[in-house]
């Protein structure tokens, strides 16, 4: 049981957009910065957005983040079959005092 | 370049020890907080420890504390994780990244530890 939710998979078609939620509390998502990462079994993982909505370099801006109160979103457009992959969200909690994932999203792009 | 290699991963019987490495390259490792995450067979990313730049604050996952230490050798540029009393559970590829709670920004291609008699 994580303590970030997420929903454990979603889909769509190529071209389209979709959404990954992220949702936490006060101890964590709701009083620190979220990241979001795009893991491909077998490889590294990669951040995709820090600080709620910042891009690393060379992230394309097909790739978006949001928060509002204790849920943040993560948002691609533009579906690509090369974007099928887990994404996690990240942040620390404060009463945990630990850094704290969601369970993970699998996203297929049908 | 930005580069994360881990090194010392193996097969342990439970109970036993191992020591990971990571030696960073690329970037001004005394400047950052550096991170180990684990993935289990089958499961999420799991964040294990940390570890602030200049080695005075750590921070475990409950699951790990006690048995395992994080540390750090910025003259070395690098960063280490000692698993003593490892058990079955602890079976994982663990990874090393770069930075805290910000967000982690690099990460290396992880290290298999398989704890199994």
């Known amino acids: 049981q994580s303590v970030l939710t997420q929903p454990p998979s979603v889909s769509a078609a190529p071209g389209q957009k979709v959404t990954i939620s992220c949702s936490g509390s006060?101890?964590?998502?709701?009083?620190?910065?979220v990241s979001w990462y795009q893991h491909f079994p077998g490889t590294a993982p990669k951040l995709l957005i820090y600080?709620?909505?910042k891009r690393p370099s060379g992230i394309p801006d097909r790739f978006s983040g949001s928060k509002s109160g204790t849920s943040a979103t993560l948002g691609i457009t533009g579906l690509q079959t090369g974007d099928e992959a887990d994404y996690y969200c990240?942040?620390?909690?404060?009463?945990?005092?630990?850094?704290?994932f969601g369970g993970g999203t699998k996203l297929t792009v049908l | 370049e930005v580069q994360l290699v881990e090194s010392g991963g193996g097969l342990v019987q439970p109970g036993g020890s191992l020591r990971l490495s990571c030696a960073a390259s690329?970037?001004?490792?005394?400047?950052?907080?550096m991170t180990w995450v684990r993935q289990a067979p089958g499961k999420g990313l799991e964040w294990v420890a940390n570890?602030?730049?200049?080695?005075?604050?750590?921070y475990y996952v409950d699951s790990v504390e006690g048995r395992f230490t994080i540390s750090r050798d910025n003259a070395m540029n690098s960063l280490y994780l000692q698993m003593n009393s490892l058990r079955a559970e602890d079976t994982a590829v663990y990874f090393c990244?770069?930075?805290?709670?910000?967000?982690?920004?690099?990460w290396g291609q992880g290290a298999l530890v398989t704890v199994s008699s």
């Open positions: 990244a770069s930075g805290g709670t910000y967000g982690l920004l690099d």
């Open positions: 690329g970037f001004t490792f005394n400047t950052y907080w």
């Open positions: 570890i602030k730049n200049d080695g005075s604050e750590k």
């Open positions: 006060s101890s964590n998502t709701g009083n620190n910065y």
């Open positions: 600080e709620n909505r």
């Open positions: 990240g942040t620390w909690d404060n009463s945990l005092s630990a850094y704290v």
